[in-house]
């Protein structure tokens, strides 16, 4: 915490980039135009970021082209690649209270949470993809004949990158650590409400001594700026995170170059506390499952399941420990839960409050704007829910929780997968073999037993279902940046 009040307030933080990052210059749109981001704490512009269009979209992706086709990067030893990121990694390190000011400004999270969650987290990510830089490698096969063949794994060429805004760096981290250590070059697309620190890490990684090319960063908006990297035939693969709408959107249009694709979308994710679980230890599960970063995470644990012996007493701890989360200024080191991002997501989540009550759950707790300036909404508990209500099927991506009661084990399953989504899971039980039971049978990519939201850089993450696919960290998340090349030599 004594880092934390040397973190640099608002009014004095220095914006350093809001231009678009091109084959290592920094230049305006080439229409002119920006466009102003937002404080949503305040709803007070803190800068204005030079706005991309298919123009700019051109330029990065010819030289991102370029620096694939011709440059240093992945023609050098890998080795070298590796220490390139270890440098940034270090170089973002050095920056972290900054960092952490920034993204909080930007993206409204409390600051505590960007300096000891998210840019912790990015730096393993980058160290881990750095790690296997000089890793990837083939295989000998023993084919058939008097051949020696053998397999190369490749970099896919250039990757498009498109992130949202509820994990700015870690985004930005996740998906540059292993384009990077593949030896592919990039054109990224930060979200139109969060660009700021994309942008820093970009000028970060030029200092690293990431060759001009490989990292090209064009802020904008989605249906220009977006659409542009995903039509370019130059890309030959698509990274998206972000809702499932958009992917729909994006699967088609890259239909035409078939460019691959790994989608990170949303998620309704059971999380369910059984009669004999440590309930101390689930109630803090339940807590942060459902409010980490203002609720805005892909895997909240939005459905908590409760076994109906215990129901109403857990109910009430839950219900309480909502009362107490303390929702305030993201500067202010005791705050737990800052605005949410913008005023569509306010008014989105608002209008979902609207519905719980009017489809008949009962709001236990919460269920208002906090203040009237900024965009804070109170820690939200809806009981009595049924499943058939748009609170139990549809993602909130807010502070609001719907609490389900169940009884019977077969029927818990088929209520927890009965969703389009299959992100994540958690379950919360002293019996090992019911744990191991559940986390088989939940269709779900990720499934936690007796904890929430524990990420590692060397875990794979991602969806079952229409929550997307492909996957991202561990050595899986390699596999979407790379082609597998098959060589045959005959020995005859
Ligand atoms: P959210 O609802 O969380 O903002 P979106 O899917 O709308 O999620 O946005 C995630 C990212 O996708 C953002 O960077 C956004 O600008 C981008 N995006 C939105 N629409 C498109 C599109 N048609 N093509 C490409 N990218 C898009």
Redesign the pocket.
């Known amino acids: 915490m004594a880092t934390l009040a040397a973190a640099p307030k608002p009014a004095s933080l220095p914006i350093h980039q809001t231009q678009l990052l091109i084959d290592g210059q920094w230049v305006p749109a080439k229409s002119g135009k920006t466009f102003d981001t937002i404080n949503p704490a305040t709803e007070e512009v803190i800068a204005q970021v030079a706005e991309g269009d298919a123009a700019d979209v051109e330029a990065a992706v010819r030289a991102a082209r370029r620096a694939f086709d011709e440059g240093p990067w992945p023609r050098m030893n890998a080795r070298d690649r590796g220490r390139i990121m270890y440098r940034l990694a270090d170089l973002i390190e050095a920056e972290i209270d900054e960092l952490a000011a920034l993204e909080a400004l930007d993206n409204g999270k409390p600051v505590s949470d960007a300096r000891a969650g998210d840019i912790p987290l990015a730096l393993d990510t980058l160290r881990y993809y750095a790690g296997w830089a000089d890793k990837i490698h083939g295989q000998t096969i023993p084919i058939n004949g008097n051949y020696f063949c053998y397999t190369r794994r490749e970099p896919v060429g250039v990757a498009g990158q ?5 994990f700015p760096i870690l985004m930005t981290a996740w998906k540059w650590g292993p384009a990077l250590a593949a030896g592919c070059t990039i054109v990224m ?4 409400q969060t660009p700021l620190t994309c942008l820093r890490l970009a000028r970060l990684a030029q200092k690293a001594g990431v060759p001009d090319g490989v990292i090209n960063v064009v802020p904008g ?3 220009t700026a ?2 542009a ?2 039509k370019h035939p130059g890309i030959d693969k698509v990274a ?4 499932g ?2 992917a729909q ?2 699967m088609r ?1 890259a239909a035409d170059g078939l460019k691959r694709l790994t989608f990170e979308l949303g998620g309704k994710s059971p999380n369910i506390v059984f009669a004999d679980a440590d309930l101390d230890a689930a109630a803090v599960g339940a807590h942060v499952g459902i409010y980490l970063n203002q609720g805005q995470c892909c895997c909240a644990g939005s459905r908590l399941f409760v076994e109906d012996a215990i129901h109403e007493k857990f109910v009430e701890r839950v219900v309480e420990m909502s009362r107490k989360r303390k929702v305030g200024d993201p500067f202010d080191p005791a705050t737990e839960q800052g605005p949410q991002v913008d005023r569509a997501q306010f008014d989105k989540i608002m209008g979902y409050i609207e519905s719980g009550k009017r489809e008949g759950a009962t709001c236990a707790t919460g269920g208002k704007r906090v203040g009237d300036r900024g965009f804070f909404i109170e820690p939200t508990v809806f009981t009595n829910v049924k499943d058939e209500m748009a609170i139990a099927r549809e993602e909130i ?1 807010g502070p609001v929780l719907s609490v389900l009661k169940f009884s019977d084990m077969d029927e818990l399953i088929r209520r927890a997968n009965a969703t389009t989504f299959g992100l994540a899971a958690a379950v919360w039980t002293r019996d090992v073999a019911r744990a191991h039971e559940v986390a088989k049978r939940l269709r779900a990519g990720t499934v936690w037993v007796n904890c929430y939201d524990v990420f590692d850089a060397a875990a794979p993450f991602g969806g079952f279902k229409q929550s997307g696919f492909g996957r991202e960290l561990g050595e899986r998340g390699l596999d979407p940046y790379l082609e597998t090349k098959t060589v045959t030599v005959s020995l005859s």
């Open positions: 498109i992130i949202p805004w509820n697309k930060p979200a139109e908006f989605g249906p977006g659409a990297i995903v998206f995170t972000g809702s709408e958009t959107i994006i249009q991506f």
